[in-house]
Each structure stands twice: as C-alpha cells, then as structure tokens.
C-alpha cells in the first residue's frame, strides 16, 4: 500500500461545477497536511495547508478525518483556471514528507 | 526578491558525465530540499540540508551528492549520470517544518540522460 493515495483522475467537469478529491495517508503518526497545485510543467505550489479543523479559502474547502486516515479537498464553481493537478501532501515529521502523484482536474467551458 | 531560483532549466546529459544543478533562494530560509519528480509518480525526496553546513539524505540519495556552504545556495552534483536519473528535479525550500512552513519550490530541471 502506498504512503500517501490519491485517485489520479482525470476529472472532467464543467465550469461552475463543485468536485472533490479524496487522498488516504497509511501513517497514522502523520502530523502535517497540505493541498498543492501544479500546472503542466511546473512547479509544486501551495494551495492550503489544512487543519484539524477544515478550513476554506475562497471556493476551496480542504477536511481532515483523522479517524479514516484521509483528507479531502472540495473546490466550488470551478474556473478553466483550475484545471491543474493537485497533490496530496503529507508530513511524517522528521523531513518525512511524502508527496501524492497528484490528480488531474481538468475544467471545461 | 526572486524565491527559489534554479538553474539550468533542461540538460541533456550522455552516461557518465557529470553535472551540477544549482539553487538558490533569497528568503532566508534555513531549509533546503531537492526532490526528484517522474511521470506519475510523487516527488521523491533526495537530500535536505538544515542550515549551513548541515546535510542529510532523503529517500534516494543513490548517484546525487550536496552541499551547503551558504545559507542560500544548495547545489546538488551528479557524479557518473545514469539513465535512471532523467527526471524533472525540483529544490525547495521552507521556514521550518509544519503547517506554518509550506515548502518554495523553483522552477525545476528537466534532466536526460542518455
């Protein structure tokens, strides 16, 4: 089983419409959690770090089950320019940081 | 005030030779990452540095090597190019460790090897 899992995708979806990611993490110890987005050919960049609370920013809404050992990340009224590919980050603690392969959203008019 | 600045942005290298991918960043960070990216899969931590004069290996330290002689500049040299080592590579770097201290990649390398 990987670390970190994510459903590659790719997600299809037309503008204005809600969709979600779901990424599993396998160390029950993981202590940090980050959503970042990476366009093609790119560099890694931060979306949201997320919080044992949730939290959201703007029309991006990211959730920690801890229990299930997962988070998610909603994102609403989509734009073309969130078509990207959202990685799943997950901190062990010791500069163990395990990155997800990503999945793939692309919006369409 | 530029973030993390990588150079060169593509390489084609044949087997054997060797190369060193620079990084720099200007925002006083005290850690440094390099992390190997291929097709479908998540980057894979290489090295990692502390501070000055502090490295340490990450999850594939095989055929790279480091440095840190300054706070912001981390070079990371490969001896004896191997195939296996095309890949797009990224530096980073980070304030700390946690949800405070998201990570400031550069634009990445993309590196052949043949």
């Known amino acids: 089983r990987k670390e970190v899992e994510q459903d590659p995708g790719p997600f299809n979806v037309p503008e204005g419409a809600t969709v979600a990611f779901n990424c599993t993490y396998s160390?029950?110890?993981?202590?940090?959690f980050f959503w970042y987005r990476q366009d093609c050919r790119k560099e890694p960049k931060l979306l949201m770090s997320?919080?044992?609370s949730g939290n959201e920013d703007g029309r991006f809404t990211a959730q920690l089950n801890r229990a299930s050992q997962y988070i998610s990340l909603l994102i609403r009224d989509s734009k073309l320019s969130d078509s990207a590919t959202y990685l799943c980050?997950?901190?062990?603690?010791?500069?163990?940081?395990?990155f997800g392969a990503g999945t793939r959203l692309f919006v369409k008019a | 005030n530029a973030g993390v600045t990588q150079t060169p942005k593509f390489r084609i290298l044949k087997i054997g030779q060797s190369m060193t991918l620079q990084c720099a960043q200007d925002?006083?960070?005290?850690?440094m990452y390099w992390y190997r990216q291929d097709p479908g899969m998540g980057l894979k931590l290489i090295y990692y540095?502390?501070?000055?004069?502090?490295?340490d290996k990450g999850e594939v330290p095989n055929g790279y090597n480091v440095s840190r002689s300054t706070t912001e500049d981390f070079p990371l040299r490969l001896e004896l190019a191997a195939p296996s080592q095309t890949s797009v590579y990224f530096c980073?770097?980070?304030?700390?460790?946690?949800?405070?201290?998201?990570?400031?990649f550069g634009n990445g390398t993309r590196l052949t090897v043949t």
């Open positions: 980050v997950v901190d062990t603690g010791g500069f163990k940081t395990i």
């Open positions: 925002m006083n960070h005290n850690y």
């Open positions: 540095s502390v501070g000055a004069g502090i490295t």
């Open positions: 997320v919080y044992s």
């Open positions: 980073a770097s980070s304030y700390g460790q946690g949800l405070n201290s998201p990570l400031h």
């Open positions: 160390n029950s110890a993981s202590q940090s």
